[in-house]
């Protein structure tokens, strides 16, 4: 039960760079791993990178390490990526999501946020 809005997606040119936000609502996020997923036309769900909300421990997925950075502000309830060096092969739309610690599952899904890379 945890409300999740992204924003910031749009069009940028290959090697550009864009900034998404996930704006977090519901219920205390301390017992939380936040992430991003995303989903390209015709393909699956693939995972993007995670967060701890207590710890700030992040993981990425190898495509994006050394060019995306996951972040979160607790004071705020925000989550965020930074996207740099973008390709056109980032384009998808962005989801971000949340489960609890030593859950399997990523129970609470936001809308989504179209990101597109021109080449």
């Known amino acids: 039960q945890v409300q999740l809005v992204e924003s910031g997606g749009g069009l940028v040119q290959a090697g550009g760079s864009l900034r998404l936000s996930c704006a977090v609502s519901?219920?205390?996020?301390?017992?939380?791993?936040m992430g991003w997923f995303r989903q390209a036309p015709g393909k699956e769900r693939e995972f993007v990178c995670s967060?701890?909300?207590?710890?700030?421990?992040?993981y990425y997925a190898d495509f994006v390490k050394g060019r995306f950075t996951i972040s979160r502000d607790n004071a705020k309830n925000t989550m965020d990526l930074q996207m740099n060096s973008l390709k056109p092969e980032d384009t998808a739309i962005y989801y971000c999501?949340?489960?609890?610690?030593?859950?399997?599952?990523?129970?609470?899904w936001g809308q989504g946020t179209q990101v597109t890379v021109s080449s």
């Open positions: 519901g219920r205390t996020l301390s017992s939380y791993t």
């Open positions: 999501a949340a489960r609890r610690y030593l859950i399997s599952e990523w129970l609470d």
């Open positions: 967060i701890t909300w207590s710890g700030g421990i992040t």
